[in-house]
Structures are given as structure tokens and as C-alpha cells.
């Protein structure tokens, strides 16, 4: 990487971080704060106020991309951080649950993920993109682990009034990072590889194995924000654990299930494995929900079994991109991406909502048994998937006048090369979109048609 992309790619994952922290840190606490609000007895109502974000961003991180490609990539992260840090302060000075759950919701409308990677996308070319997501998925995985355990801590020290304040105030240092930081782009383009192509959507929808994908994400982030409805409260009530010591809880859980995923990532990934491990994944989220619901009244087996669900939660948070890379046609994979993103989002606000319904009107363990139902589907689904190819997808850029008649030529040449499975040449980026196996192609060869 040039040091004009190394700058780009940390400073957009430190935006990331100081966003996603907020939301994060919230998580752990957020239930247990609720019940002495006014309307907060209601664990419908802490459900909704857990899983509305989830439904705003579903519905704008899409738009807010296109909007992006119109005005700009910083406008949008701007009015993004901006929205966000607004709903945090309503939140903060709430004093009933209703208000809270409008700044939840107004969090929700600063949806500037999209935006945010398809700057990178402008930042970075083509041979280093992968490794400046990469950093952004590093900098989410982290910044959730440490969230879990901050949070608690933090509510005790500064009250979740003050979790909002400071939420709200990293979102305005974001927006800092954004002006002075971030480096300005010299021209900015739509990217299919980062970026929602509203021309492909209905053929996205309409692959039903990336659909598969698409009902995992949304049931991993349905049941991961329907646990978090439940656990706290079983964490004070079941196991005497002030609110300020579940951090005890969360380190060893998030610390020890992160290292632990690593060795069936390399597995998966090296050794052509993918399918047994991300089924496997699939049943021990299924398997730890059913555990939960049958040990909610015990400790040390709430504790087992919360582990055994970050165990699972993080193995398939790692899995699932990459099977969407796998999977998604060449040249299409930002769409995918985008769609996928928005069943995830979907899900949190159903898991939230719906699992705070339960709660309150069948019991607690009915949360893990909707979670565990979805889990035994996403589980069918995933042992009929077709067996991922073991390819991986590069983008090349094309030295030269390009247009679409020579796109198609090159795209036929491309795909012929050995070791090449798809290529899609698009003319508008000056860019090759190649899916190769994951060793022994003409990389050579390929290289000649791109600079011919």
C-alpha cells in the first residue's frame, strides 16, 4: 500500500470504530438500565429500543450509497454522523423508554457504512482493496469484543446516560477524523465490488444460494440481539452479578472464542474445507441456543453456553463474507454484499423486537427456542448449499483505452485463461473483475491481456 492508502484505510476503520463502539457498548447494559424507566417494564419495549437501529439502517444503508455516488462520499458520512450523534443525545437525555427508543431509531438513520467503503473503494486501487477491507472487518471484530467488556464497566462509572453522551461525542470526533484525516478522493466512481449496482439486485435476489447466505445473516443477528434482551438480566438475577462486574463474563468469553475460531478459518480456507465448518458453525449456534434455553435458570451453564454461542457467532461473522465472495457472480459482489447487509440488519430488529415479545408474554427461554428454530432452518439450508468453489476474487486494473466492445473481448480472452472461472471486464471502471483458484492459474497470462 502507498502511504496515501494506508492513511485512507486506518483512518475510515478508526470512523468504524468510534461508530460502532457506541452501538456496541450499549448492548450488554441496555436491558438492565431500561426496566426502571418509565414504560420500561415493558421487555417488548427494551426489545424494540435494542433492534430499531437495525431497522432504520436497513432501510437507508442502501439509499445513502447511491445518495453517495451523487454528492459524494463525504456529504453522506457527514449527514450520517451527524444523525447518528443527534439520536445518541436524545437517547441520553430520555427519561422514559419511548424517548430512547426514538434516538435508537435516529442512531439507526446515520446508516454511512456503505459509504464509508465505497470511499475506501475511491482510495485504494484495485491489488490492495481487499486488504483495506479486510482492515474494516478487523477493526468491526475488535471494536464489538472490546464493547462487550467496556460497556458494563462504563455503566457503572459514567451510567447509560453517559454511554449515549460519549457515544454521541465519538460520532462528532468521526466527523473530525472525516474532515482533517480522511483524504479527499481525485475522482469517485461506483465500484461493483463495494457497492450496491441497483441494475443487479434482482438477479442477486434471485440466486438462491446467496439467499441461503442472506437467511443466515439475518437469523445470526436475530438471535445474537435477542440474546442480549435476556442475558444481562439472567446475568444479575440468576447469578447475583452486578451489572458493573459482567465484564468478568464477556472477557473471557469474547477473548478466548475469538483466538479459538481461528484454527477452522484456516481450515475452511486453506484446505478446502468450507462446507463442513460453516455447517458445523451453523449447528453449535442452533445447539448453544437450545442450551440456553434449558440451562436460563443456571450460571455456569448460562456462562458454558455463552461461550459456545460466540464460538459459533464469531466462526460464522468470519465465514459468511467470504462465502459471499465465493459465491457472487464476478463483477457483482458490492451488490451482494449490499443485500446481504441489509438482512442482517433486518435481523437485528427483529430479533430485538420480536424476542422482546416473547419475553414478555411466553418466557425467556422462548427466545433461545426461536432462535434455536431458526437455527435448525438456516442449518437444512446450509447442508443443501452447494459446496462453495475454491476460488478467490481479484481485481486487475486494464492499461488502456477501454471501451464495451473491447470489455466483452476481454472478458471472453480472460475467461479462457487456465485457472480462471469467471472474469467480467467493465468499461466504466477500467477494471477486470477475475474469480481464480486459489492456486496454479496463469496469473501471467492474464497480466499480458490486461496490459495488451
Known amino acids: 500500500m502507498t502511504p496515501l492508502e494506508k492513511k485512507a484505510t486506518t483512518s475510515l476503520a478508526l470512523i468504524f470504530a468510534l461508530r460502532m463502539f457506541g452501538m456496541f457498548s450499549i448492548l450488554p447494559v441496555l436491558a438492565i438500565y431500561a426496566r426502571d424507566l418509565p414504560g420500561g417494564g415493558s421487555d417488548f419495549l427494551i426489545g424494540v429500543a435494542l433492534g430499531i437501529d437495525g431497522l432504520a439502517q436497513a432501510i437507508l444503508q442502501i439509499p445513502f450509497g447511491l445518495l453517495s455516488d451523487h454528492i459524494g462520499r463525504k456529504p453522506v458520512i457527514y449527514m450520517g ?23 435508537r431509531l435516529i442512531q439507526g438513520t446515520g446508516a454511512v457504512a456503505s459509504s464509508i467503503i465505497a470511499l475506501i473503494a475511491d482510495l485504494t486501487r484495485e491489488e490492495n482493496r481487499a486488504k483495506g477491507m479486510a482492515t474494516i472487518g478487523l477493526s468491526i471484530g475488535a471494536t464489538f469484543a472490546i464493547s462487550m467488556v467496556a460497556g458494563p464497566t462504563l455503566g457503572h462509572l459514567i451510567g447509560v446516560p453517559g454511554i449515549f453522551a460519549l457515544t454521541g461525542v465519538l460520532a462528532i470526533a468521526a466527523m473530525a477524523v472525516t474532515r482533517f484525516v480522511v483524504p479527499n478522493p481525485v475522482v469517485s466512481r461506483v465500484h461493483a465490488d463495494a457497492e450496491t449496482v441497483p441494475g443487479q439486485i434482482f438477479s442477486i435476489l434471485k440466486n438462491l444460494e446467496l439467499q441461503r447466505l442472506n437467511f443466515g445473516i439475518f437469523t445470526l443477528h436475530a438471535a445474537m440481539r435477542g440474546l442480549f434482551v435476556v442475558i444481562p438480566l439472567v446475568l444479575v438475577e440468576v447469578g447475583g452479578l452486578p451489572v458493573a462486574q459482567h465484564w468478568k463474563v464477556y472477557l473471557p468469553v469474547m477473548v478466548i472464542s475469538f483466538f479459538a475460531v481461528i484454527p477452522a478459518i484456516i481450515i475452511a480456507e486453506k484446505y478446502g474445507k468450507m462446507k463442513p465448518v460453516f455447517c458445523g458453525a451453523v449447528a453449535l449456534l442452533a445447539t448453544a441456543s437450545l442450551l440456553m434455553a ?8 448460562v456462562v458454558i453456553t455463552l461461550f459456545l454461542f460466540f464460538l459459533a457467532f464469531n466462526l460464522l461473522e468470519a465465514t459468511l463474507p467470504s462465502l459471499i465472495s465465493k459465491i457472487a457472480p464476478a463483477g457483482s459482489k458490492g451488490t451482494a454484499i449490499g443485500v446481504y447487509n441489509t438482512f442482517q440488519f433486518l435481523g437485528l430488529f427483529l430479533g430485538g423486537a420480536f424476542g422482546g415479545f416473547l419475553a414478555q408474554h411466553v418466557s425467556r427461554s422462548a427466545v433461545f427456542v426461536f432462535a434455536t428454530g431458526l437455527g435448525l432452518v438456516w442449518l437444512l439450508l446450509a447442508l443443501s448449499m452447494t459446496p462453495p468453489p475454491q476460488v478467490r476474487t481479484l481485481m486487475r486494473h486494464v492499461v488502456g483505452d477501454l471501451d464495451e466492445a473491447r470489455a466483452k473481448r476481454l472478458s471472453a480472452a480472460l475467461a479462457a485463461v487456465d485457472g480462471v472461472t469467471e472474469a467480467m471486464v467493465i468499461a466504466d471502471e477500467g477494471v477486470a473483475y477475475l474469480k481464480v483458484r486459489m492456486s496454479g492459474w496463469d496469473e501471467a497470462g492474464a497480466n499480458r491481456l490486461l496490459q495488451a
Open 81 to 103: 454522523l451527524a444523525l447518528f450523534a443527534i439520536g445518541s443525545f436524545i437517547a441520553a437525555g430520555g427519561h422514559d423508554i419511548y424517548i430512547i427508543i426514538l434516538g
Open 294 to 301: 434449558v440451562f436460563i435458570g443456571n450460571f455456569a451453564g
